[in-house]
């Protein structure tokens, strides 16, 4: 008889190799591949013992919870699915809300991994509301596992090996970070045969979606932000503003600008995307003159990135729209900073504390505040309180960022009108960024 | 250490060494001077300065490099009137409440909270973010000479290039006993065949933690320096993805004068021996029963013996404990939903036997299988 077993990761067949249809046959299979070594068990009607699981099942759960019409059919397709695929939709659709009747559907254990400390705080109130039962977690100094767990992907992925069977069920909040190879590992590691994963955005290559659909399951469902705006989400409008730089900064931008056109052109060097990029960026280390081009272009897009005819702008729109609740994003602390400083207004970067940040966003909750600044961590994963207006002064030229950061606004409220104002320096390579940033 | 991507190296067919400077360098009289003049100003504008410095034609290497040397030598401060945490707080607040679009707007709020908290405008507004890293004030620097800085510069590029090593060997004249032992510290010390006996060669334990390393490899640095007559021959492994090694050699007649440890980097250690504190003989918990059949004497006897070694046990009634023991013991409980857990905590903190001490502490346990699986309820 084949016995089943978890070890490290993987899965043992003892008794035997497996004969799964494209693979060589083996004895041992990543842990992701469970459910097709049972389902190829079963199909062959071998006599098999199961041991991989050692999980506890969670009292019985029955939430009061309704699905939208977007929601249920979401979670029909994902079951149609086996119970494993990717659910995409815009920030503010209610993705957790699935994620909780998904667990009320399979009645099983499941970890919930979710990209930072404060969501786990977030998604285990949401469980312990819904499903009227303790909730474990794990990481930012939790260490509590019980039948229903939340962890960040840092601390699933370091306890892989302990925790990879303890779980029938994973629900991979933010399923695009998986792209990190770290975290690919949960889901390479976890024997879980049942997978859900949720995002606003999704990469887009061929390769990636191959991999997502191999270790946790195709795009059962996905809806863009406007498909809902207006009826679950905001109507919200997007108005791209170019503001043209001003005569002093047009002649540094084209000086800087030149410089580094000059050096690739010298060098015959094409930069066609991401990965060329990079690579001029590792002979910068090495070559004097590429250094100089790097800064050069740096330099330029500072210019692009953070001109004043755009702080003039932004002033102009928070003087006309006083009482809005307004979010700001930029893509330097620099800025964020300055902004603070000269305007008053409280500022989120990657270095304000955790206390500080959750009363800024409490103030801004109960209406003490109105606008805040930031760069890139309110793009995603933390639960920041209904806003009406973004300001985006500048960004990456990627499209996920721009996605995240319009859903910050997109939370309905009765005869609400979301506006996100995307500030874009004219005739210069920011404009190229904006324009790849929109495309979907 | 310095960091790896301020490292500058030279290579040639099979050796690779750092490039040294020598004791002109106007660089390095620049970079003082910077940091001279930038005592009693922000820490963000030294840091402008020094980019600039990288615009001069100079390696950028170079400059971050000596940099780093200059900033051990530099003390920072957080100068701010007011708490930053709260003139943040309060001036936002206030802000909240209107639109600061215009200079005067802010200086209107500045004043109503500066009022409030007592302070002038002016120290409310420095406040304000003083705690941000650029904000620091330079408060005081330690200027070396151009040709100290020099040779500490080219001691620290050493040092970071040493840690990449597969193998170092050292001789020296005499030998030197906490030589070896700082290079024992590295990986497993040989003695290599044909040597003398004040040749040390150390095979590099193999780590990812290249900077742990680093600081292994300056105390052993350090230490060679200071015995004299010393040679050093390292196989290198460096950049890690390089798939050619390298041979470095270094001699104290030729590269002796090139460096030296900044004084500044060596911390002053003043050992203070604990006194040891006296540990219970039997340890922090005793299962009476247990004990008294392995010493072979009755659990009354055993008592008395505990009683006269003075160490103050609660007895759960078979079971002593040390108090602090037992608050340990009931905090890691706490969590604990199943035998298996509740075992492996409990060993973790040294109870070997545990289930006596489970039962003492009141704990029930629901039997199931496997056993490792049954519920333990809290009393």
């Given at each position: ?97 699935l ?70 069920f ?6 695009h ?52 705006a ?34 690739l052109r ?6 066609r ?34 001109s ?15 009482e809005?609740?307004t ?22 970067t ?6 500080e ?37 500048s ?5 996920r ?40 | ?15 690779i ?12 009289k ?28 100079y ?12 900033e051990?030598r ?34 209107e ?18 406040s ?13 620097f ?17 040092v ?29 010390v ?28 300056d ?23 390089n ?27 003043i ?18 029963e ?21 160490f ?31 075992g492996?905590v ?6 070997s036997?545990f ?13 199931r ?8 309820y809290?009393?």
């Amino acid at each position: 008889m084949i016995i089943l077993h978890y070890l490290r990761g993987r899965v043992k067949v003892e008794g035997g190799p497996i004969y799964l249809d494209t693979l060589k046959p083996s004895e041992e299979f990543p842990a992701y591949m469970y459910h097709e070594v049972v389902r190829h068990l079963k199909a062959s009607g071998e006599e098999y013992r199961d041991e991989v699981l050692r999980d506890e099942a969670p009292p019985h759960i029955a939430t009061s919870l309704e699905l939208r019409d977007y929601q249920a059919e979401a979670l029909k397709e994902w079951k149609e699915e086996d119970c494993r695929g990717i659910v995409v939709l815009p920030t503010g659709a209610g993705k957790t809300i699935l994620a909780v009747k998904a667990v009320e559907e399979l009645q099983c254990s499941t970890l919930v991994v979710v990209p930072t400390v404060v969501l786990v705080d977030q998604w285990r109130q949401v469980l312990e509301d819904s499903l009227k039962q303790r909730v474990g977690a794990i990481g930012g100094g939790h260490d509590e596992i019980r039948p229903i767990t939340v962890a960040t992907y840092d601390s699933a992925s370091l306890r892989g090996s302990s925790l990879g069977n303890m779980f029938r069920f994973l629900v991979l909040d933010e399923v695009h970070h998986l792209a990190a190879p770290t975290y690919r590992r949960i889901a390479l590691r976890y024997a879980a045969p049942y997978r859900l994963g949720l995002t606003a955005t999704l990469q887009s290559d061929e390769d990636t979606r191959d991999m997502y659909e191999e270790i946790v399951g195709p795009v059962v469902y996905s809806l863009a932000p406007e498909h809902l705006a207006g009826t679950h989400l905001a109507d919200y409008v997007v108005k791209t503003v170019k503001l043209p730089l001003s005569p002093q900064e047009r002649q540094e931008y084209e000086h800087q600008y030149q410089i580094y056109r000059g050096f690739l052109r010298s060098r015959n060097i094409r930069i066609r995307g991401s990965r060329d990029y990079l690579m001029f960026v590792r002979r910068s280390a090495r070559d004097p003159e590429a250094r100089r081009a790097l800064i050069a272009r740096n330099r330029a897009m500072d210019l692009a990135l953070n001109s004043g005819s755009k702080i003039a702008y932004m002033k102009s729109l928070l003087k006309a729209n006083p009482e809005e609740k307004t979010l700001i994003f930029t893509s330097h602390n620099k800025l964020v900073y300055r902004l603070s400083r000269e305007l008053l207004i409280p500022a989120i970067t990657h270095v304000t504390a955790r206390e500080e940040r959750e009363q800024i966003l409490a103030r801004f909750r109960d209406g003490s505040y109105r606008r805040i600044v930031t760069s890139r961590v309110l793009d995603e994963g933390v639960d920041v309180p209904d806003a009406s207006m973004a300001i985006i002064i500048s960004g990456s030229g990627s499209s996920r960022q721009f996605i995240q950061r319009l859903g910050r606004i997109l939370r309905k409220r009765p005869g609400k009108q979301a506006v996100l104002y995307e500030l874009v320096s004219a005739d210069t390579a920011e404009t190229h960024m904006s324009a790849r940033r929109r495309q979907r | 250490m310095l960091p790896t991507e301020h490292l500058r190296v030279h290579r040639r067919g099979e050796t690779i060494r750092p490039i040294y400077l020598g004791e002109e360098n106007s660089m390095s009289k620049t970079l003082i001077a910077v940091y001279a003049d930038h005592v009693g100003r922000r820490r963000g504008d030294l840091m402008e300065a020094l980019s600039d410095c990288e615009d001069l034609g100079y390696d950028y290497r170079l400059v971050r490099g000596l940099a780093s040397v200059l900033e051990s030598r530099t003390i920072f401060a957080v100068g701010a009137s007011v708490p930053p945490l709260t003139a943040r707080s309060e001036v936002f607040k206030e802000a909240g409440t209107r639109v600061v679009t215009t200079e005067a707007d802010r200086v209107e709020a500045l004043k109503v909270v500066a009022g409030k908290l007592g302070v002038e405008a002016t120290q409310l507004d420095a406040s304000l973010y003083a705690d941000l890293e650029e904000e620091q004030k330079v408060v005081e620097f330690k200027a070396p000479s151009p040709g100290e800085l020099n040779r500490f510069y080219n001691y620290v590029q050493t040092v970071a290039l040493l840690a990449y090593s597969r193998r170092i060997t050292l001789s020296t004249e005499k030998r030197d006993e906490y030589l070896a032992s700082l290079a024992g510290a590295l990986g497993n010390v040989e003695a290599p065949v044909g040597m003398g006996p004040n040749t040390v060669s150390v095979s590099m334990k193999p780590t990812n933690r290249i900077s742990m390393r680093g600081s292994k490899v300056d105390e052993l640095m350090a230490r060679l320096l200071k015995v004299g007559g010393w040679t050093l021959e390292a196989v290198i492994h460096y950049p890690s993805n390089n798939k050619r090694q390298g041979m470095l050699t270094l001699s104290h007649d030729v590269h002796g004068g090139l460096l030296e440890r900044d004084p500044a980097e060596e911390e002053t250690v003043i050992e203070i021996v604990p006194r040891k504190k006296r540990s219970p003989p039997h340890g922090d918990i005793i299962v009476l029963e247990e004990l008294a059949a392995r010493r072979g004497v009755t659990e009354d006897r055993l008592l008395n013996e505990i009683k006269e070694e003075g160490f103050k046990y609660v007895d759960l009634g078979g079971v002593l404990v040390i108090s602090e023991k037992l608050k340990e013991l009931r905090d890691a409980l706490k969590s604990v939903e199943t035998l298996g857990e509740a075992g492996s905590v409990l060993r973790s903190l040294g109870a070997s036997n545990f289930m006596p001490i489970l039962e003492a502490l009141g704990y029930t346990v629901e039997w199931r299988k496997p056993r490792d699986t049954s519920r333990v309820y809290r009393p």
